[in-house]
């Protein structure tokens, strides 16, 4: 049997199941089917972002007594009104909520950048970009860059937030820039396109300031790419030919990485910093089992450091198994373990920010937990009928306390719990106390 | 407009009948054809193609339910025109579900084993008969239907990584399901 075989299976189904599928697919939002809207959110600054959706007014007093009892012991902070800022661009409601029209997005790798666009034929086109901040939408001025690929023009827009680059609204020779920047220069794929074939292909440096294209590898770098967290090291895939290699961008050079599956995706390969990553090794065959091996790569050296039997479904390194003997998360790398006993149901991961996940179901009325990797505990969640319909709860990383706290440089964002029953909104400091 | 009325206009002969069908399920047939050709020219002819092969097939075909007749239409016209120029094309959602797809099947060559095209095609819908609905949907969504991790991720409001891991663990019982059958 091969995959094309058990796709032509797929493909034969039974009507009702496509007649099933096909009605969802038509339907705009989920999120009326669903028990509770939950998703990780732009919350850079505090601004927590609510995707294409309304404000349901609700009574707030069952909200704010189940917060008060499910939370005791945590910090819990209301979002007041009266402290939001009144420089933004789009301001954020009362609740702090911002609803998206259905032509803005939140992009870029720490979701830093809400941009507005329209498709003019087969092109996207990004009219307006906005950085997230306490008090809604500020938008930002574009930049522009011009160079050539060996005499092919190229340009494309972009913002700089932080040391996370946007890049948008390309034309010629380039594909896309990569998310880090120090300020001075970024990293982009240039390409020379003939029809739909992609003749040549390099990574290259652009100083933005002075506007110098300098190639950095050869001309058969076509390939899938991944850039570190910090903007140090590019992981290309050649697929075709069925490996990965590592560019080292302060040394500019580039070595193959065996450990990692020459198909392995970028969603199948976790940094566990700059330098280490977790990813699909080659599987192994057992006694006619096939064995998913998940290595832990020094990409300094190009080695693998550790080899696991197994793989992570969290970060590539946590694994879980749930039912009714509870929740069990395991972690790959060390083999520590910790059960949420109580989480009797069949629940998956619906979020993870930093040490957190959330974990529920969208198909069943279960309570929710939060697991804390670090701590290796975890909180139950349960909402009750009634306020089910209207809760949201959101994972976001914040810096500083709600309202307007000033950040010092260098503080890390730290992950909160974001409830909203559409009315009021409470932040709940889930970092320390009433784990279990 | 409902299906039945629609089909109605088909066997009348009315026009009136691809003018409504555009209307109701244009969006959806783009988004499959899109989703295998990841072209939008091609799409666009495989959907005007889709068009007339429903004109010419109704009647004498009465397909009851309408919808999966008009996606299974588009999505065999949109197959045959991948297979015949995929290998100038960039990468589109088939290809890459199929990829997914190689997860179910063992790579072991001493497990290799010729299946009926049959008793496959019955196993599978066993399959998708004892997942729970949102994971059937989900699954069709991305591998009949070939909806992109984005829009899935989108639509469902969670990350694509999310995504990714449900499919991943919905393919691993699928192929547990499939050793279970003794068809791999």
């Known amino acids: 049997m091969t995959k094309k075989d058990l796709s032509d299976a797929i493909h034969e189904c039974d009507d009702k199941w496509i007649e099933e599928a096909a009605e969802q697919a038509g339907k705009k939002h989920l999120r009326s089917g669903m028990r509770l809207g939950i998703r990780t959110a732009a919350a850079a600054a505090g601004c927590v972002i609510v995707l294409g959706l309304g404000v349901t007014v609700a009574a707030s007093e069952p909200f704010r007594n189940w917060v008060m009892k499910t939370f005791a012991g945590h910090e819990v902070t209301k979002v007041e009104m009266e402290d939001i800022l009144e420089e933004a661009d789009i301001k954020a409601d009362g609740g702090r909520h911002l609803s998206l029209s259905e032509d803005m997005e939140i992009r870029g790798e720490k979701e830093s950048f809400v941009c507005k666009y329209h498709i003019d034929g087969d092109e996207e086109v990004v009219d307006k970009v906005y950085s997230v901040r306490e008090d809604g939408l500020k938008e930002q001025k574009f930049s522009e860059f011009k160079g050539d690929y060996d005499g092919v023009p190229f340009s494309f827009e972009y913002v700089i937030i932080n040391r996370e680059v946007l890049g948008f609204n390309y034309k010629g020779a380039v594909s896309g820039v990569y998310h880090y920047t120090d300020g001075e220069s970024v990293y982009a794929d240039l390409w020379e396109v003939e029809g739909d074939t992609i003749k040549k292909g390099c990574i290259a440096k652009l100083g933005l300031k002075t506007g110098l294209v300098e190639k950095r590898t050869d001309d058969d770098t076509i390939c899938n790419s991944v850039m570190s967290p910090n903007g140090k090291m590019i992981l290309l895939n050649y697929r075709a030919e069925g490996y990965w290699t590592v560019f080292d961008i302060a040394a500019g050079t580039e070595k193959k990485v065996e450990g990692i599956n020459g198909y392995a995706r970028t969603s199948e390969i976790s940094f566990v910093d700059d330098y280490r990553i977790l990813a699909f090794g080659d599987s192994i065959i057992k006694k006619h089992k096939e064995i998913l091996v998940t290595n832990l790569i020094d990409l300094r050296t190009q080695k693998t450091v550790e080899s696991y039997n197994e793989y992570g479904d969290i970060q590539m390194r946590w694994t879980y198994r749930s039912g009714k003997n509870g929740l069990e998360l395991r972690d790959i790398t060390s083999g520590e373990a910790f059960t949420a006993g109580q989480a009797q149901e069949d629940v998956h991961p619906l979020a993870v920010r930093g040490s957190y996940v959330l974990f529920g179901s969208m198909e069943e009325k279960t309570p929710f937990y939060l697991c804390n990797l670090t701590l290796k505990k975890y909180m139950k969640i349960d909402v009750p009928e009634g306020l089910g319909e209207n809760v949201q709860i959101y994972l976001v990383d914040t810096q500083g306390k709600f309202p307007g706290e000033n950040v010092s440089p260098g503080n890390s964002p730290r992950s909160e719990i974001f409830l909203t029953d559409g009315k009021d909104c409470y932040l709940v400091d889930v970092n320390v106390k009433c784990w279990q | ?184």
Not at chain 2, 17 to 28: D, F, P, V
Not at chain 2, 61 to 90: D, F, G, T, W
Request: with cysteine.
């Open chain 2, 1 to 184: 407009m409902e299906d039945d009325e629609i089909l109605a206009l088909y066997l009348a002969r009315s026009e009136d009948a691809i003018r409504e069908t555009e209307c109701k399920y244009g969006k959806l047939c783009q988004k499959i054809s899109i989703g295998i050709l990841n072209d939008r020219r091609d799409s666009e002819e495989c959907l005007n193609d889709t068009w007339m092969a429903l004109w010419n097939t109704i009647p004498p075909k009465q397909p009851n339910p309408l919808r999966a007749y008009i996606c299974r239409v588009v999505k065999n016209l949109s197959m045959k025109k991948y297979e015949y120029n995929h290998a100038k094309k960039r990468r589109g959602e088939y290809e890459a579900s199929l990829d997914e797809l190689a997860d179910c099947i063992s790579s072991s060559k001493d497990v290799e084993k010729t299946v009926e095209k049959k008793e496959l095609e019955e196993a599978v819908n066993r399959f998708l008969g004892e997942l729970p609905k949102e994971r059937r949907i989900l699954f069709l969504r991305r591998y009949w239907f070939m909806h992109s991790l984005k829009d899935l991720a989108k639509d469902y409001h969670i990350s694509e990584k999310a995504v990714s891991m449900r499919l991943s663990r919905t393919r691993e019982n699928l192929k547990d399901f499939l050793i279970r059958e003794g068809l791999q």
